[in-house]
């Protein structure tokens, strides 16, 4: 039986890949070709062939396995633009990067946390069973709870967990570890720390996460859309739960109307992004991480000509009277804002910028503003500085006008079904159940840190850090543990983090490829992909069109497991099984899941069939929902929906962000200068070159870049590539193709030089996750392979989020001469005996 799919609907995938020259194209959403296997031709094929059903965050697919292999995977025959990640799955499956048995860092193995953690990162492992590894991991936890208690210990969850809700591994392994004690968790996540921070203060939600207004409504309302930092053709191929692509239709029908003139598009954005050359936008240049002072020249433009909406700053605003002093110049810098302020600054001419405010206040205008804008110092900044320009147009709650920070991801603006969707396995202790070490004694230290300060609690212990409003005391833990989460692709500053972990004890990861997190480590558990267990998933993740069967393609290959079994395994030795399990395995707990979703959408009218029908369908889908306008109904009565906010409405001026005293975050938005800064900022003498390090076009962040084939389809000479303008690589002698030196004070790498059009004088991009491949584990070794974050600066945006700063990066590029490196991440440790003598792996 085939489920081939349609690959000429609608003609989105002919006009999507005739962009932008063919280098920084939009992704192929239908894919040309997947990979096929040879099946064994000695025995009755069609005995041994099955076809199954299985999601993940890049869609939903069918694979075909013969004899327990995978051969082949195809689109879900529902989703009409599917991304060609899906040709990664094999690859992922099959990858020489997989763990294949539980392992344990040579030293630590001799000398457990006495062990010399200079050595961490030299990849010599010894093979042990999985009863030893487990009882490791209990010991060094009896060690730390008993010798100095919940402080000591930190679980790294934050990350893009592999999808199924039964086999959540951050829920399994936080619930594994609540049994036996307390710990020191996080705050925040790397996506949107800042903006996730600093918009409840604004808005009243944290908006990054939240759903915006529907396609259809945009399409039919909306005169003027400007997309600011956000590519959505890239960054919609992914989801949280299994994508469903549908936001692709509208952008097919987004540029239909483009080009008949129906709807003017401007992508404001330092690069010529794939949305803006698929749809044939309108691209406004920005000089790097100078957006703030964009917006405020829009902001005096539209006060000095009268274009503001009084009546809704009146209704549904406070503190426009205290902002405007700073924007006519009257307080702090005594700079007058005006649009020849800003475009000294941001590049763009102080008449585009008025001709910008203009056309927004006199049509019908959507603001769509990118995370990228928030992973930068002071990255609260514009994002609160949107909120007010679109308070001054006064089309908050407006269909078809108004901002949204979050139309580039996750389908946000398809409409919702309405139905409820399957919870996961639970998190929590069960109740009135208590961990076997009850000490919540933190001595002194806090229980949380901001997730990109973890590495500062190491450096600096003890260290008190203003956050959120609270002082925090970073607690300097001994030992970490990491499942499902690549710390060592999501942190900034490789070097910096090799000095941290020096600091650490113990480092345990459980993961399903050897990626940088499991080299770092002293305790690996090779978990299965999610192809190789049951579970079951959301199928999209904000339009809740239904609910996908997550089919176990394969066996685990080698000795990997689910991870419900290797926690359930750890829970036997505090005598806990059957209350972690809650006496249920795989199979039930998906059926449990299942069943209470069903429960719960029985009175609501949604039909589901039985599990067993579910089961062997492999899907379930909901109808379309109703259109939605986000804010509408604050615009309606903003006394009875008030908005979050201390206040209620919207905070142009914000109290209470002011009586925390910030110097780097005040009662409204101010222009800072950064740390670095390129375009005659400061540094840019020695390194001009600003680094963009965005969300990668042909994987999720670092997940399939093991997957040899799919990264050999996109990798120049052999490395991650670094896009560079033509201007820049000719003052450089660089050609397309040619092997590169990125470098800064922080570090240095190896990359590919892709010579693209896109890219202007003083901008170059790699894209974050790929896989840090360092020569060897010393302070300073060049990664082989082109992990940006070897070179991005780890400081906090400010002191309210204290979220990454990765886009405030400069750097210097030269040809590389030499015999260059291979690179050394795609490949699995070193296996050594007691003595360090290598090992034959079997």
């Not at 990858?95 to 294949?100: I, K, Q």
């Not at 070097?495 to 080299?519: F, I, P, S």
């Not at 990125?742 to 990359?751: E, H, K, P, T």
Request: one cysteine or more.
């Amino acid at each position: 039986m085939s489920y081939q799919t349609d690959r000429s609907r609608r003609g989105f995938l002919k006009m999507a890949s005739l962009i932008a020259g063919g280098s920084l194209v939009a992704p192929a959403l239908m894919a040309e070709s997947l990979l096929h296997t040879k099946a064994p031709t000695d025995v009755d094929i069609e005995t041994l062939t099955e076809w199954r059903i299985s999601g993940a965050h890049w869609g939903a697919f069918r694979a075909k396995v013969v004899a327990n292999r995978l051969v082949e995977v195809e689109p879900f025959e529902f989703d009409r633009y599917p991304t060609r990640i899906l040709d990664a799955v094999p690859g992922i499956i099959y990858s020489p990067a997989r763990v294949r048995y539980p392992l344990v860092r040579l030293d630590w193995y001799k000398h457990r946390h006495n062990s010399d953690t200079s050595q961490r990162g030299d990849n010599r492992f010894i093979r042990v069973s999985w009863d030893e590894a487990l009882d490791l991991i209990y010991e060094s936890l009896e060690r730390i709870q008993t010798q100095f208690g919940p402080w000591a210990l930190h679980t790294g969850n934050v990350g893009w967990r592999s999808v199924g809700q039964v086999h959540s591994c951050g829920n399994h392994m936080l619930r594994a570890i609540a049994m036996h004690g307390n710990s020191v968790g996080t705050a925040g996540d790397y996506s949107t720390g800042a903006g996730q921070v600093i918009m409840p203060y604004i808005l009243g939600s944290t908006e990054v996460y939240s759903q915006g207004t529907s396609w259809d409504i945009i399409l039919e309302e909306s005169d003027v859309i400007v997309i600011w930092g956000s590519d959505l053709v890239k960054n919609l191929q992914v989801g949280w739960n299994t994508e469903t692509h549908e936001a692709y239709g509208y952008l097919e029908q987004l540029k239909e109307k483009v080009a008949d003139g129906e709807i003017r598009v401007i992508c404001i954005d330092p690069v010529k992004s794939m949305t803006a050359n698929y749809l044939n936008a309108e691209h406004l240049y920005v000089n790097p991480m100078t957006d703030l002072a964009v917006m405020m020249g829009i902001a005096h433009t539209l006060w000095k000509e009268d274009l503001y909406d009084k009546e809704f700053l009146e209704t549904y605003t406070l503190g426009f009277n205290e902002f405007l002093p700073y924007l006519k110049g009257e307080t702090e810098d005594m700079v007058e804002k005006t649009p020849e302020w800003a475009a000294e600054i941001s590049g763009v001419p102080a008449n585009t910028i008025r001709e910008l405010a203009r056309t927004m206040a006199q049509n019908r205008t959507q603001l769509m503003i990118g995370w990228a804008l928030q992973r930068q110092q002071h990255g609260e900044q514009p994002y609160w500085m949107a909120a007010i320009v679109a308070a001054m147009l006064g089309q908050i709650g407006l269909p078809g006008g108004g901002i949204s920070y979050s139309h580039h991801y996750s389908s946000v603006g398809v409409s919702s079904s309405g139905a409820s969707m399957p919870g996961a396995f639970p998190l929590n202790l069960d109740f009135g159940r208590e961990p076997k070490y009850k000490s919540t004694d933190y001595k002194g230290y806090s229980n949380f840190i901001p997730v990109s300060r973890v590495v500062d609690a190491l450096l600096e212990p003890g260290k008190e850090i203003n956050y959120n409003g609270n002082k925090i005391k970073l607690a300097p833990y001994k030992m970490a543990i990491f499942s499902g989460a690549n710390q060592w692709h999501r942190q900034q500053d490789r070097n910096k983090m090799k000095r941290a972990y020096r600091n650490l004890e113990t480092v345990v990861a459980v993961d399903y490829a050897w990626t940088a997190t499991c080299r770092f480590a002293d305790i690996v558990l090779p978990a299965c992909t999610p192809y190789e267990r049951n579970d079951l998933d959301v199928y999209g993740t904000y339009s809740n069109r239904g609910i996908i069967a997550m089919h176990k393609l394969i066996d685990p290959l080698y000795y990997s497991k689910s991870d419900f079994d290797i926690w359930r395994e750890f829970s036997k030795r505090l005598n806990r099984e059957k209350e972690y399990t809650q006496n249920r395995n795989e199979m039930q707990w998906i059926e449990k899941i299942y069943m209470d979703c069903y429960n719960e959408n029985y009175p609501k009218g949604f039909y589901m069939p039985s599990f067993r029908e579910f089961w062997e369908r492999g899907y379930v889908l909901f109808p379309e929902g109703k259109p939605w306008v986000r804010h509408a109904d604050f615009r309606e009565d903003p006394e009875v929906n008030a908005l979050g906010t201390p206040s209620g409405f919207i905070e142009i001026y914000s109290r209470t962000i002011a009586s925390y005293g910030y110097e780097d975050c005040k009662g409204h938005p101010i222009w800072m200068e950064k740390a670095e800064r390129s375009h005659g900022g400061p540094k840019s003498d020695r390194y001009p070159l600003w680094l963009q390090s965005a969300h990668p076009d042909n994987r999720l962040h670092s997940q399939g870049c093991e997957a040899t084939k799919m990264r050999e389809s996109y990798a120049i000479a052999g490395r991650e590539p670094v896009f560079i303008s033509p201007i820049d690589a000719e003052k450089r002698g660089i050609k397309h193709g040619d092997l590169v030196r990125v470098f800064n004070d922080r570090g240095q790498l190896l990359a590919g030089a892709n010579v693209n059009n896109n890219f202007p004088e003083g901008v170059v991009r790699i894209f974050e996750g790929a896989w840090y491949s360092p020569l060897d584990e010393t302070i300073g070794s060049i990664d082989t392979y082109g992990d940006p974050n070897t070179l991005t600066m780890d400081v906090g945006t400010s002191s309210l989020s204290q979220a990454p700063s990765a886009n405030t990066c400069l750097v210097e590029i030269e040809k590389f001469v030499g015999v260059a490196p291979a690179p050394t991440g795609f490949h699995g440790p070193t296996v050594v005996d007691i003595d360090g003598n290598e090992t034959v792996e079997v």
